[in-house]
């Protein structure tokens, strides 16, 4: 059974950073996608950011490229997300969910194995 275990939300001042990470159990890391979401109350949930095998290739949405970084530590069955410059409108709950493939997707739906999710919240 494949658990997934986010954590390092929390309260930062616009222009601060966090980093969160992503510890997943019960499958073979080194051959997996990892992916960060994002949801904001009454909002979809929204493509952060992903990192394929060994965290070679990597995808960012559009709102988060330049001020984030996505990484992945196999050898500790680890995900990392840096972020970096935090606006206001980064607020929400993160989510990590991963995959054991060799490819990438901005898609949810094909993400099969998901966090509960950690709280960022970018206020003054």
């Known amino acids: 059974q494949v658990q997934v275990e986010e954590s390092g939300g929390g309260l930062v001042q616009p222009g601060g950073s966090l980093r969160l990470t992503c510890v997943a159990s019960?499958?073979?890391?080194?051959?997996?996608?990892i992916g960060w979401f994002r949801q904001a109350p009454g909002k979809e949930r929204e493509f952060v950011a992903a990192a394929n095998l060994n965290g070679a290739y990597t995808a960012y949405g559009d709102a988060v490229k330049g001020r984030f970084t996505i990484s992945k530590d196999n050898a500790k069955n680890t995900g990392y997300l840096q972020m970096n410059n935090l606006k206001s409108e980064d607020t929400g709950v993160y989510l990590c969910?991963?995959?054991?493939?060799?490819?990438?997707?901005?898609?949810?739906?094909?993400?099969?194995?998901w966090g509960q999710g950690t709280q960022v919240t970018v206020s003054s």
């Open positions: 019960g499958l073979d890391f080194s051959e997996s996608t």
């Open positions: 969910a991963v995959k054991r493939a060799y490819g990438l997707s901005r898609n949810p739906a094909w993400y099969p194995d």
